[in-house]
């Protein structure tokens, strides 16, 4: 029904920068809102950052002023900007897309893309 695929990832240095990139197949404007959520080996799954249909923005504390969510309605694809990237941003990305059947949340999510910060 829905498909999320993720691209961008790969090996950086520390204070280097990448922009991930999701693709949908359906609009993302139908969307309530739109993530990004990332999984460390040994840790909980944590959201990143969020966009909502009526284009508000969260972060997570650990990447605000660093990460930047936005989206391109037009092309269906959903995208995140990291700069200055650190060590502790080494994870697994996963897009990740909300809807509602009716009161019932519904949550779709990509395949994931590895980012590694090292130098």
């Known amino acids: 029904q829905v498909q999320l695929v993720e691209s961008g990832g790969g090996l950086v240095q520390p204070g280097g920068s990448l922009r991930l990139s999701c693709a949908a197949s359906?609009?993302?404007?139908?969307?309530?809102?739109m993530n990004w959520y990332r999984q460390a080996p040994g840790k909980e799954r944590e959201m990143v950052a969020q966009?909502?249909?009526?284009?508000?923005?969260n972060y997570a504390d650990s990447v605000k002023g660093r990460f930047t969510i936005s989206r391109d309605n037009g092309k269906n694809t959903l995208y995140l900007q990291m700069n200055n990237l650190k060590p502790e941003d080494t994870a697994v990305y996963y897009c990740?897309?909300?809807?509602?059947?009716?009161?019932?949340?519904?949550?779709?999510w990509g395949q994931g893309t590895q980012v590694t910060v090292s130098s």
């Open positions: 990740s897309a909300l809807t509602y059947n009716g009161p019932t949340p519904y949550r779709y």
């Open positions: 359906g609009s993302i404007f139908s969307f309530s809102a």
């Open positions: 966009i909502t249909r009526g284009s508000s923005t």
